[in-house]
T-cell receptor, first 114, second 113 residues
């Protein structure tokens, strides 16, 4: 299973953009890049995922490097509710009968200051 | 839609006892995965159930077992509890088809004393 590397922690100020980096130098051509976050005392929740092109949704944007060896999760305006552990996860393509489990690292703990 | 529900939310057990944790998946989901999360760590995959069968198991001993029912709900059983089994146990549901997102419950906090 390909591995990801993230900083242990980051800090941001409220209402400022946040860029959360992830390195995945051993990514295979068919691996998707998924991001989940875990708010205090809750289970993880899906944020966004992509394969090659940059992706946007209501929660965040995902910028993927051209060589796909790194990616960045972008929160456009951090709020106090965005304080959480953010996990960058590589996930293979869907194959019938495959588990497609999520392999979590330790993630990045994002602190948001008012 | 209630999402993924887990019960109980908290549990205290004694070493050597057995425990059963329960999970109801999000409506329409047919696949249930269980994860163990120790303090300060990311969740670790225990196993996954689909069509009432265990499809894959992570690096966990046979003391950990599970079941999926025809309505897709699931149970996680842990026998001969050890102090090291103290953790947050998370259930995640998803659709078998497609590289779709997993939805997690809030977890069951198990403390073994």
């Amino acid at each position: 299973d390909a591995k990801t590397t993230q900083p242990n922690s980051m800090e941001s100020n409220e209402e400022e953009p946040v860029h959360l980096p992830c390195n995945h130098s051993t990514i295979s051509g068919t691996d998707y890049i998924h991001w989940y976050r875990q708010l205090p005392s809750q289970g993880p929740e899906y944020v966004i995922h992509g394969l090659t092109s940059n992706v946007n949704n209501r929660m965040a944007s995902l910028a993927i490097a051209e060589d796909r060896k790194s990616s960045t999760l972008i929160l456009h305006r951090a709020t106090l509710r965005d304080a959480a552990v953010y996990y960058c996860i590589l996930r293979g393509p869907w194959l019938r009968g495959a588990t497609n489990k999520l392999i979590f690292g330790t993630g990045t703990l994002l602190a948001v200051q008012p | 839609d209630a999402g993924v529900t887990q019960s109980p939310t908290h549990l205290i057990k004694t070493r050597g006892q057995q425990v059963t944790l329960r999970c109801s998946p999000k409506s329409g989901h047919d696949t249930v995965s269980w994860y163990q999360q120790a303090l300060g760590q990311g969740p670790q995959f225990i196993f996954q159930y689909y069509e009432e069968e265990e499809r894959q198991r992570g690096n966990f001993p046979d003391r950990f077992s599970g079941h999926q029912f025809p309505n897709y709900s699931s149970e996680l059983n842990v026998n001969a509890l050890l102090l090291g089994d103290s953790a947050l146990y998370l259930c995640a549901s998803s659709l078998e088809q497609g590289n779709t997102e997993a939805f997690f419950g809030q977890g069951t906090r198990l403390t073994v004393v």
